[in-house]
């Protein structure tokens, strides 16, 4: 009984963050491919700009993985909340590496989804 009881306290205190209204974290996938002529090692140096400069300095930030598939780019980003993940996107554009970095992809190959994180 003992045992029992411990293990319902258990998962009551992990999920008393949830029900305490915390906010659940939040993974973002974006997907991306290079214009015609950029190559991977400078796309490379700009996206770690990037991440260096403005997205690992936003509140709520956690850990970013950039990854390749051919000329296809995939991002994820971990954030403390949906909330951080928005405020980020909005202060995107006035971030100086933005720019260099929006200027070597192919937009309209860009997609970005987020996901609540349910298991960590």
Known sequence: M????????????????????????????????????VSAEAFAKVDKALEDQHVSKQPGFVSRETAINGRQWLVIVHWKSAAAAQASMDSF???????????????????????????R
């Open 2 to 37: 003992k045992f029992v009881l411990s293990v319902i306290l258990a998962f009551l205190v992990s999920m008393s963050g949830t029900a305490m209204g915390q906010e659940k974290h939040v993974v973002e996938i974006v997907t991306m491919n290079l214009k015609d002529g």
């Open 93 to 119: 554009a006035d971030a100086p590496a933005a720019s260099e970095f929006m200027s070597m992809i192919d937009a309209s190959t860009m997609t970005m989804t987020r996901y609540d994180l349910v298991i």
